[in-house]
């Protein structure tokens, strides 16, 4: 039988739930001692000692990438369902409610790392992550359609910008559809930070989008704020049945992932704000997206960067979130390493003013109305 050590340095699982907070380092080292005991699944013990609930580790294992899943499907079918080296747990419970509690056998490698899932329920999981993501990548495809049908490049006040068609787009049931299953979506069932990021980047962007239309005409969106409650702390929309705030997208979760691109891919809506994307951020190229977000931005003069004489004058965004560019070696080598043009000796100010004018051309009759 394995050694107490042995077991508890193979038990990935109990460190993921100590990861994820739903247990405590005591309590793995507790349950992992009972399981060199008795033999008994690691997911049982939690679950039978009021560790952890039996929804808690099912949802918790559910979030681990269809990779993983994949894996254990393979393993079930390898492997046996148990260490050859140990013996079956005794039980004096009938055979049906034995078959209702959550089984942990071997199923990653062959030294015999634990899953929780019987064979049966593993079809169940890589059904749900496949949903999940064809739900994800339906739900980008349509916004993909609606930014080419309603998005353009064009110039306003010196300034380039994508710009957004609100007039006609308020009036686009399927916008209306997608703000509904943005609502919807169970992004807490998803794990990889790549799939979040993106995520909540196209969120805030398709509720900032969805402000301005639900109130248009208008000059600005700031205008939709007060100087004690501004537009960002105020409801925009909600995401996996929860009302949630530009400002709460912004600082509370994408800032929190520790990386500064997502900076340049929020669009808020102004003229001197990131360009709005032509297409969704998605997991698979979210790097390049991003790299090309910042590139893009610190071309645009005026807006992202502009020299004058020996200094370069960058967007205020920089000197708004300066914390956030210290881990990546502060605001100005994070400027030097994507604008490279920038001429030997030359300072590097984030003091460009901003323009928070809406991103749309506003005429005629909307003007007039927007002014008022």
């Not at 560019?325 to 003013?353: A, C, M, N, W």
Request: aromatic residues 8%; contains cysteine.
């Amino acid at each position: 039988m394995l050694s107490y050590q042995q077991q508890k340095k193979r038990s990935r699982i109990g460190s993921m739930l100590v990861k994820k907070g739903l247990i405590n380092p005591n309590q793995l080292d507790y349950a992992v001692r009972l399981q060199s005991e008795t033999n008994a699944p690691l997911g049982q013990i939690l679950i039978d000692k009021h560790f952890i609930t039996d929804s808690e580790l099912h949802a918790a294992l559910s979030q681990q990438s269809f990779i993983r899943v994949a894996a254990m499907v393979i393993a079930f079918t390898l492997a046996p369902f148990q260490l050859s080296s140990a013996s079956p747990p005794s039980s004096s419970k009938p055979a049906t409610e034995q078959g209702d509690t959550l089984q942990l056998a071997m199923a990653e490698d062959m030294e015999g790392i634990e899953s929780v899932y019987r064979e049966e329920q593993l079809s169940d999981v890589i059904k749900q992550h496949s949903n999940l993501d064809h739900q994800l990548n339906r739900l980008w495809d349509r916004y993909d359609e609606l930014l080419v049908n309603y998005v353009s490049a064009s110039k306003k006040q010196r300034l380039d910008a994508n710009m957004v068609n609100y007039n006609k787009l308020r009036h686009e049931p399927e916008f209306k559809s997608l703000v509904a299953d943005l609502s919807r979506f169970p992004i807490s069932e998803i794990d990889s930070n790549e799939q979040r990021i993106a995520f909540y980047l196209n969120a805030y962007n398709i509720l900032a989008i969805n402000m301005v239309t639900e109130h248009w005409p208008l000059k600005k969106i700031s205008s939709l704020g007060g100087l004690f409650e501004p537009v960002w702390d105020k409801p925009a929309g909600a995401i996996d049945g929860k009302s949630v705030t530009l400002g709460e997208i912004e600082h509370e979760i994408l800032r929190k992932f520790g990386e500064p691109r997502v900076h340049f891919a929020m669009n808020c809506a102004s003229m001197s704000c990131p360009n709005l994307r032509t297409e969704a951020y998605r997991a698979g190229h979210l790097d390049q997206q991003l790299d090309d977000q910042v590139v893009t931005f610190l071309k645009q003069d005026y807006k992202g960067s502009h020299l004058k004489g020996d200094t370069l004058y960058v967007s205020k965004i920089f000197k708004w979130f300066a914390a956030d560019f210290q881990p990546h070696g502060g605001v100005e080598e994070f400027v030097r390493r994507y604008k490279q043009d920038i001429p030997e000796g030359t300072s590097i100010e984030p003091t460009l003013s901003y323009n928070w004018n809406i991103n749309c051309h506003v005429t005629g009759l909307s003007r007039l109305r927007a002014e008022r």
